[in-house]
């Protein structure tokens, strides 16, 4: 649990700034409704309840996963500085791990939850990586749906499906990898994924450029839609905004928990021999893009994607399959009522 | 030195003999020269002969794609090799790895190298790496191979040593520690190549994280056992300092540059980003410099005879007790005179016994067809002659008859002669009687009348 400064993570405009007494002087107006204190209503329940996020980081160890986290929600919610007894040991098969935590700000509660992933691409033989993480996340898919169609189900069905997958590339400055290809492609169909560049501070600003230009174009010949992605967008507005983050994508990002200090401030970033790095300085890194994008402008976001698109298109699949099975979930269907595809 | 002998030799001082005898005996010490004789020299007429013939160096690079492995040596031999026209990685993924040699010819002055690099693309690079290093064993192994066979020459006059000295291994700067595919590579290949591991684009870490990444590394390496190069002892306290301090930072960290930019209104090679500017060449900033003087400046020769008397020589004795007969007694031969100690099976000398007998028995066996062959063409010859002596011996009979029959015709016509002689003889005597008795009538009747 913890506050900071920064802002919250709404952007709800207000028209009013002043709160909510004041649309009651506006009764007298005939042309108002009220319509617009709905607005207030969900922000007052939206704190009552609490946010839930679940967030999943993937890459080959060493690429700065865990400190990203960290820097990312500004405190110590990876996985690293949870467990006691930490040892930095390569896992033999890749196997999830996942960790919670309850983070307030101005009274808004979020239920922070970092699913990471040792082991991935990290064996000689990485064939088959990433079908343990296919099925943790059908898993979470599944509990949903058996949630959502059981008879006696809960007011609030508990969230445990991944809402993000960040995915970690090594800053090899080339191009993307078979093993990235190929996990893109599987988890793109399953999951929002937002790829970043990691330690980007290997990188100079031209070679930057070069490796961003040559991600998105293999991203485009291989067909791998990674958020925002194109179809969901609603309007001509979302349009506009998502393909300036689209340019964007990868984000060169670089993390770092420690402080130092420059120019009388203090600044989370890297000390070296020839430098600081500046984490939130937009002319060193893309962080400040990357967490506005995740969590200030897009968070709600990518929650509904994967709620409206992911999950529906699981169900779907699910449902059909159960049809054509004659598994259990059909009796269920039966005593709901509901017409099942 | 006179001190020692004179212990050893007897207090009498007229058994000069003894003195002499150790004199002789310590001639191996160390003597000291009384004038100038002049082979202080010998380092000259080597160094002359080596740059005339120049040298020659091979040096392996291997990691995954993108460390940086062609910018480096771009930066350590200060020359293009890989150009900007170089197709990248991104052009060069492909399903198995393979080793390409590039070979460049470097002057400085006026001695010459001939440097070969070996590069490894898609080493790594692919979702399944098991295997991966297969190409980069059978290549070294076959260098070592066309070695042994031209060292087996009868003419070796040019003999070009393209062996791999050394293996420069990139491992990348996660943090953390060594990949299962680094060691499973360093393992393999450290009885083969002189492996030197180096951190590859080392601006990623901080002072601290690199400190930590080296410690954790060489603690690795150490629990598997894998034997990366060593520095050799030097005698000199200056340098053997200078070696400590490199033994204590390896695995050198390294940064490249293919760019120059300024600093301080002087032109280096160096990265430049927002934040500052990370010079290859300077000592603070990363392990370059040092890798760099100890490649080409103080240890090049080092890996060469590294590569030539310990992997060299192992690959060779394995490989010829693979090819000789397995059944050879090899127990008492396994002898104090090898010091191979990684030679499976047969000792040399048991290997050369058994070379010795095979030849011996070829002889024998030559030989043996040589007397055959002798023998069947004496009998021949012997049957010739024999023929020929009949062949006499029958003309020798037939010339004797003819003689014979000559001679008896001779006699017949003798005898006949001596007939005829004879029957003339009568002949005249009848003849003389005749006459005889008219004389003597004649007288008779001369005498008559006077009467």
Same mark, same amino acid.
């Given at each position: 649990?913890?506050?900071? @400064?920064?802002?919250?993570?709404?952007?709800?405009?207000?028209?009013?700034?002043?709160?909510?007494? @004041?649309?009651?002087?506006?009764?007298?107006?005939?042309?108002?409704?009220?319509?617009?204190?709905?607005?207030?209503?969900?922000?007052?329940?939206?704190?009552?309840?609490g946010f839930e996020f679940n967030i999943m980081v993937v890459g080959q160890s060493g690429l700065g996963k865990s400190t990203l986290m960290n820097t990312l929600f500004k405190s110590k919610v990876s996985r690293k500085s949870c467990t006691p007894n930490y040892e930095e040991k390569i896992q033999k098969t890749v196997h999830l791990q996942s960790v919670s935590h309850v983070i307030e700000e101005k009274g808004v509660k979020m239920k922070l939850t970092v699913i990471d992933t040792p082991g991935f691409g990290d064996q000689i033989d990485n064939d088959n990586c990433w079908e343990p993480i296919v099925k943790y996340i059908n898993e979470q898919y599944e509990k949903f749906l058996r949630e959502e169609l059981s008879i006696n189900r809960k007011r609030r069905i508990p969230d445990t499906r991944v809402h993000c997958c960040v995915y970690f590339l090594p800053p090899t400055g080339h191009c993307l990898r078979p093993i990235d290809i190929e996990f893109l492609k599987r988890l793109g169909e399953i999951v929002s994924i937002?790829?970043?560049?990691?330690?980007?501070? *290997?990188? *100079?600003?031209?070679?930057?450029?070069?490796?961003?230009?040559?991600?998105?174009?293999?991203?485009?010949?291989?067909?791998?839609?990674?958020?925002?992605?194109?179809?969901?967008?609603?309007?001509?507005?979302?349009?506009?905004?998502? @393909? $300036?983050?689209?340019? $964007?994508?990868?984000f060169a990002v670089v993390g770092t928990d420690r402080e130092h200090q420059v120019n009388g401030n203090k600044v989370l970033g890297r000390k070296t021999k020839w430098g600081i790095i500046e984490v939130e300085n937009v002319a060193h890194c893309e962080f400040t893009n990357f967490r506005d994008l995740l969590i200030r402008s897009h968070l709600q976001d990518? $929650?509904?994607?994967?709620?409206?698109?992911?999950?529906?298109?699981?169900?779907?699949?699910?449902?059909? @399959?159960?049809?054509v099975n004659g598994l259990g979930l059909s009796s269920l269907s039966i005593t709901t009522g509901e017409n099942v595809l | 030195m006179t001190d020692q002998?004179? &212990?050893?030799? #007897?207090?009498?001082?007229?058994?000069? +003999?003894?003195?002499?005898?150790?004199?002789?005996?310590?001639?191996?010490?160390?003597k000291n020269l009384e004038g100038y004789v002049g082979f202080a020299d010998l380092p000259n007429q080597v160094y002359r002969k080596s740059v005339k013939r120049g040298f020659e160096f091979t040096l392996m690079v291997v990691g995954e794609s993108g460390l940086g492995k062609s910018t480096l040596i771009n930066s350590l031999f200060l020359t293009d090799l890989y150009s900007s026209e170089y197709p990248g990685p991104s052009h060069r993924i492909k399903q198995t790895v393979q080793v390409e040699q590039s070979k460049v010819l470097i002057k400085e002055g006026g001695v010459q190298l001939l440097l070969t690099i070996v590069d490894t693309p898609g080493f790594g690079d692919a979702v399944d790496n098991s295997n991966c290093w297969q190409p980069v064993i059978d290549h070294i192994d076959s260098k070592f191979e066309d070695y042994l066979n031209a060292e087996s020459r009868v003419n070796r006059r040019?003999?070009?040593?393209?062996?791999?000295?050394?293996?420069?291994?990139?491992?990348?700067?996660?943090?953390?520690?060594?990949?299962?595919?680094?060691?499973?590579?360093?393992?393999?290949?450290?009885?083969? =190549?002189?492996?030197? #591991?180096?951190?590859?684009?080392?601006?990623?870490?901080? #002072?601290?994280?690199?400190?930590?990444? %080296? /410690?954790?590394?060489?603690?690795?390496?150490?629990?598997?056992?894998?034997?990366?190069?060593?520095?050799?002892? =030097?005698?000199?306290?200056?340098? &053997?300092?200078?070696?400590? !301090?490199? !033994?204590?930072?390896?695995?050198?960290?390294?940064?490249?540059?293919?760019? &120059? =930019?300024?600093?301080?209104?002087?032109? =280096?090679?160096?990265?430049?980003?927002?934040?500052?500017?990370?010079?290859?060449?300077?000592?603070?900033?990363?392990?370059?410099?040092?890798?760099?003087?100890?490649?080409?400046r103080t240890h090049m020769q080092d890996l060469k005879d590294v590569t030539n008397n310990v992997h060299y020589e192992n690959y060779r004795s394995r490989k010829l007790a693979a090819v000789t007969y397995n059944g050879v007694e090899n127990d008492k031969n396994k002898s104090q005179l090898t010091k191979l100690d990684t030679v499976e099976g047969i000792s040399p000398l048991a290997q050369m016994e058994e070379e010795r007998r095979e030849h011996v028995a070829k002889? %024998? !066996?030559?030989?043996?067809?040589?007397?055959?062959?002798?023998?069947? %063409?004496? %009998?021949?010859?012997?049957?010739? +002659?024999?023929? &020929?002596?009949?062949?006499?011996?029958?003309?020798?009979?037939?010339? /004797?008859?003819?003689?014979?029959?000559?001679?008896?015709?001779?006699?017949? !016509?003798?005898?006949?002669?001596?007939?005829?002689?004879?029957?003339?003889?009568?002949q005249r005597q009848l003849e003389q009687q005749k006459l005889d008795a008219t004389r003597t009538l004649e007288k008779n009747k001369k005498k008559g009348k006077i009467f």
């Open positions: 649990m913890e506050e900071n @400064d920064t802002d919250p993570t709404e952007q709800v405009p207000c028209t009013n700034d002043s709160g909510p007494e @004041d649309h009651t002087q506006d009764h007298a107006t005939l042309n108002y409704v009220g319509i617009e204190a709905v607005l207030d209503q969900m922000r007052r329940k939206a704190m009552k309840t937002v790829p970043v560049i990691a330690k980007a501070d *290997t990188l *100079t600003i031209e070679e930057r450029q070069e490796f961003r230009k040559k991600i998105q174009h293999d991203l485009q010949a291989n067909e791998i839609r990674v958020y925002p992605q194109r179809e969901y967008d609603e309007d001509a507005e979302d349009r506009i905004l998502n @393909d $300036k983050i689209r340019e $964007k994508i990868p990518l $929650k509904d994607v994967t709620h409206n698109i992911h999950y529906e298109t699981y169900r779907v699949r699910r449902l059909n @399959d159960s049809n | 002998m004179m &212990s050893h030799c #007897p207090l009498t001082p007229h058994l000069g +003999l003894d003195v002499a005898a150790s004199l002789l005996l310590a001639v191996a010490q160390q040019q003999m070009p040593d393209s062996r791999v000295h050394s293996c420069l291994y990139f491992i990348a700067p996660s943090g953390h520690g060594l990949k299962p595919l680094d060691i499973e590579f360093m393992k393999r290949l450290h009885e083969k =190549v002189n492996i030197i #591991p180096l951190i590859a684009k080392a601006d990623t870490l901080t #002072p601290e994280e690199c400190q930590q990444f %080296k /410690k954790q590394i060489m603690r690795e390496i150490q629990e598997h056992k894998i034997k990366i190069y060593e520095f050799p002892e =030097v005698h000199d306290e200056e340098e &053997s300092k200078l070696a400590k !301090k490199i !033994k204590d930072r390896l695995p050198l960290a390294v940064v490249g540059s293919n760019t &120059s =930019v300024e600093v301080n209104g002087k032109r =280096v090679r160096g990265r430049q980003y927002p934040w500052g500017i990370a010079e290859v060449e300077n000592g603070e900033h990363c392990d370059f410099t040092i890798l760099r003087d100890m490649l080409i002889m %024998k !066996k030559m030989e043996m067809e040589m007397e055959q062959v002798f023998e069947m %063409k004496v %009998k021949e010859k012997i049957q010739k +002659l024999k023929d &020929s002596e009949a062949e006499l011996q029958r003309r020798h009979e037939q010339m /004797k008859k003819n003689l014979e029959a000559q001679h008896k015709e001779l006699e017949e !016509k003798r005898r006949q002669l001596e007939e005829d002689k004879a029957n003339w003889e009568t």
